[in-house]
């Protein structure tokens, strides 16, 4: 038997999960749940690192009051942003959230044209990348990186925390877009060409190695732990989890619907750049070409939006049944996800109703039609991307997987399902803890290979398909 803590550290929320490997079997046991570390600066979003901090510790204290032992502990998180480190090893300043209006001011600055950006690192062209950020803060914030030491993204930023070690995992390090993808290693190219400071990165490590062990006060807690660097992107994660025996694709439906392929090597062609997709790692020396579309991040600020605007709660569950109402109505209504309203929209209803009419759709102004125009664009769009990578490689996808907590959605999968004319499996639902679990027990040498751990997912959930 062995027991991992998996610590799975979402943009929205974070959850600490007990996997238990027992009989051929994993099994997943939540024992905390936390959120509140997005937090609203003037100036935008941040990440409010002493919260995260609060929520990871509290979840080691819970692990040690349900567990006499625990073997290993890993940490995903989502990729983009960072944190910096002064020479005392404190955090110089509280990290910005990637949907920060500095993104978006460094990609519109970068003196490189994007495919020379692709070449190099195969990296999506996104204004999210750390690499846009960083650039930005370069040229704004110099000072703030002269009295820097290191850089660290954030699951790395938690496994420094807890073990004092300074790496930086490799899938996490890929959505920086500052790795060079056929060396996966950092591109020197990149940051003088950029006037990068390099000597604030740090050494690549990849999943199943061992980043450290607990130390302080952690260890007196649960002993020196080893903590294994699992995939600690979380869409590596859960790519990981998935049975892709079948040469199928994937969507990853979450704050964003990440929709992708796995490959044995990144693609580098322009076309793929060109197309709105890229590379990303994976395990064991996989990678996928990718695509991040806008997600269910949407719902969540309409429903936010329409209670402070009507006054009374609104429940999810309410909305399904107003969307279905909606959906008797002839008008469809549809936005285009890829508007730049939709960034960080200061009024959701308002950048709805004014996408659907560039569309040519009817604005909807009740709840349920505001909704459904979200889930038909969501839907219409990854149809697309499901066509655009059957063009790009060359044959026609078989099958589509959705994972993530949008797969528990039926209005969206449903819509999914119908726009790529694909057939669907569902699950798992928490892809990435069932992922970070399974590389722990390869760097625990518990099993021996990527295959061994999807094959022993698939029998420890329910993956259903949809008919």
């Known amino acids: 038997m062995a027991r991992c803590l998996v610590l799975d550290l979402g943009a929205g929320s974070g959850r600490a999960m007990l996997a238990t490997f027992e009989n051929r079997r994993l099994r997943l046991d939540e024992i905390h749940r936390f959120d509140g570390y997005a937090v609203e600066r003037d100036d935008g979003p941040h990440w409010c690192l002493s919260r995260l901090f609060d929520g990871v510790e509290e979840s080691l204290r819970r692990c040690s009051a349900a567990v006499s032992s625990l073997d290993s502990i890993g940490v995903d998180s989502w990729g983009l942003d960072y944190a910096l480190l002064d020479h005392a090893g404190g955090i110089v300043e509280e990290p910005c959230h990637y949907r920060h209006p500095r993104s978006q001011r460094g990609r519109d600055a970068l003196p490189l044209a994007p495919e020379e950006l692709y070449a190099i690192s195969g990296a999506q062209d996104l204004p999210v990348n750390t690499i846009c950020q960083l650039f930005d803060q370069s040229r704004h914030a110099s000072g703030t990186l002269a009295r820097s030491r290191n850089l660290l993204m954030m699951a790395d930023i938690v496994n420094h925390h807890l073990t004092g ?139 936010a939006a329409w209670q402070q605007r009507d006054g009374r709660p609104v429940t999810f569950a309410g909305i399904a049944d107003q969307v279905m109402e909606a959906a008797r109505l002839d008008d469809t209504p549809a936005i285009d996800p890829s508007d730049p309203l939709f960034f960080n929209p200061p009024d959701i209803i308002e950048a709805i109703r004014r996408s659907c009419a560039r569309n040519g759709t009817f604005p909807p102004y009740d709840l349920g039609g505001l909704a459904l125009a979200v889930y038909n664009g969501l839907a219409s769009e990854i149809g697309s991307a499901v066509r655009v990578i059957e063009q790009l490689t060359g044959r026609v996808l078989p099958s589509l997987t959705l994972c993530g907590g949008g797969a528990q959605d039926a209005i969206l999968c449903d819509r999914i399902a119908a726009c790529s004319a694909k057939a669907v499996r569902i699950g798992p639902i928490e892809a990435s803890s069932w992922g970070n679990a399974l590389v722990q027990l390869l760097g625990l040498g518990q099993i021996k290979s990527l295959e061994e751990g999807r094959a022993l997912v698939e029998r420890s959930v329910d993956i259903r398909n949809l008919v």
């Open 165 to 303: 070690r300074l790496r930086s995992e490799l899938t996490l390090a890929r959505t920086s877009g500052l790795v060079d993808a056929r060396t996966e290693d950092w591109s020197a190219e990149l940051c003088q060409r950029l006037g990068l400071p390099q000597r604030l990165l740090q050494p690549i490590i990849r999943p199943a190695e061992v980043y450290g062990r607990l130390r302080g006060e952690f260890a007196d807690r649960l002993g020196p732990v080893p903590v294994i660097s699992v995939a600690a992107h979380d869409t590596a994660s859960a790519v990981a989890a998935l049975d892709l025996a079948d040469g199928g694709g994937f969507v990853i439906c979450g704050s964003w619907s990440l929709i992708g392929l796995e490959r044995r090597a990144p693609d580098l062609d322009d076309a793929v750049r060109a197309a709105g997709f890229g590379n990303e790692g994976g395990v064991d020396g996989r990678t996928f070409l990718i695509k991040s579309l806008n997600g269910l991040h949407l719902i969540q600020k309409l429903r």
